[in-house]
């Protein structure tokens, strides 16, 4: 998974522009607009609940998670004092409070029931809950990544800025910044996840695979659309024999496979990063020497086709997909005239000149915006449509 900051827009492109191009839009701009925020939002929350605190449900799989460094100030100090909370609970109970967005990582137990400050959403517990001793955090928690520790984005930097997250360590990285193969750039765009290289020099093994990673095409030609040697989409007969083993109980696997391993000897001194096609796990040997040393290395989840982000986003997905607003809007539209999309449209464009003003006003004075800031300024657009529907109209 990758994430980039892009520089601003050039100035002078924006005033080369028809000045009436940019005052107007219709209804399928703000529809796909939003359709394109809704996507973005299930690649971040994945299917993460916004009502409910995850906290009585043990360590979560995959969600959502924020670092609170209001409540646990002592942790831009110390990593290991943070605490990360759930996507309900960064709404009902840390509401103003200074959050690092985590994006999503595994096997992880919401901390807000185990602060000072009671969660708002469990209330049943009579008191602050013991630390969540299998929790793992590192440097995010503090707002800050890579080997280079600086926040994301970097307010020092003026250039477009790309990170990628290791599946192992969960850590965010500039790619600069590690050991990587030549080429790496091209490969970084191409990948469906990404091992950095500090995980790959700790977990040895993974260099027995190097030769199922993205590598660039031999003697291929510089250019914009370099090609990429990727891994075959269809499983081989090794790969489906390690599916069907993994569908069998567990004693059963490791009877047929104890004496079966298939891992491969990679003819490739790899040496770096490695950056995987996203069915790259379905090659990982299932035979019963190397289960137990992917539990030694506490690795298993590699073995989970619903550990990897690709999943956690298609989750999202079909989430919004049932109750999308931009399949809402489009059916919207459809029932109604031009004349009448024309007057939605007015009244769009209205309310959103009318929150840009309300909203330049908190940014003058730099305060932040709260939820009853939000309901007041909607209440006072309703007003002023009663009070316009009120007024008599005279046609000349």
């Known amino acids: 998974m990758s994430v980039t900051n892009s520089a601003s827009v050039n100035a002078a492109d924006v005033d080369e522009a028809n000045p009436l191009e940019q005052s107007t839009i219709t209804m399928l701009d703000v529809l796909e607009e939003e359709k394109e925020l809704e996507e973005e939002y299930a690649a971040v929350l994945g299917g993460s609940d916004e009502k409910e605190c995850t906290y009585a449900k043990g360590a979560i799989q995959r969600q ?135 995980c790959m020099e700790r977990h040895e093994f993974l260099r027995d695979y190097s030769g199922l990673a993205l590598q660039p095409a031999a003697g291929a030609k510089e250019s914009a659309t370099e090609e990429v040697n990727v891994v075959d989409s269809h499983p081989t007969k090794n790969e489906q024999q390690s599916e069907q083993q993994s569908e069998q109980p567990a004693e059963k696997r490791l009877k047929l496979s104890d004496d079966s391993c298939r891992r491969p000897k990679s003819s490739i001194e790899h040496k770096g990063a490695a950056f995987w096609a996203n069915d790259w796990r379905k090659a990982l040997c299932r035979c019963g020497k190397c289960l137990e040393l992917y539990k030694e290395q506490c690795v298993e989840f590699l073995l989970d086709a619903e550990d990897s982000v690709e999943a956690y986003e298609k989750r999202g997905m079909k989430r919004i997909e049932e109750n999308s607003s931009y399949e809402q809007g489009i059916r919207a539209l459809a029932s109604i005239d031009r004349t009448k999309q024309i007057d939605v449209i007015t009244e769009y464009n209205r309310m959103g000149d009318k929150l840009k003003e309300f909203l330049q006003s908190f940014a003058a004075n730099k305060k932040v915006v709260t939820e009853d800031d939000i309901k007041r300024f909607f209440a006072g657009m309703r007003s002023e449509k009663t009070t316009a529907v009120s007024q008599p109209y005279f046609c000349r």
Request: net charge negative.
């Open 64 to 198: 959502a998670l924020y670092s609170c460094l209001t409540c646990c100030p002592e942790a831009r100090e110390d990593p290991k004092k943070s605490a990360g909370v759930c996507l309900a609970c960064s709404y009902r109970c840390h509401e103003n409070h200074e959050l690092i967005e985590l994006y999503t990582r595994r096997n992880f137990r919401c901390d807000c029931p185990t602060l000072e400050k009671r969660c708002a959403l469990n209330p049943q517990l009579e008191a602050v809950q013991p630390k969540n001793a299998n929790n793992l955090y590192n440097h995010n928690f503090q707002g800050v990544y890579c080997k280079c520790k600086r926040p994301y984005p970097d307010p020092e930097r003026t250039t477009e800025e790309t990170m990628l997250q290791c599946v192992i360590c969960e850590d965010w990285f500039h790619l600069q910044h590690m050991e990587a193969p030549a080429g790496s750039e091209k490969l970084s765009n191409a990948c469906s996840e990404m091992i950095c290289d500090c």
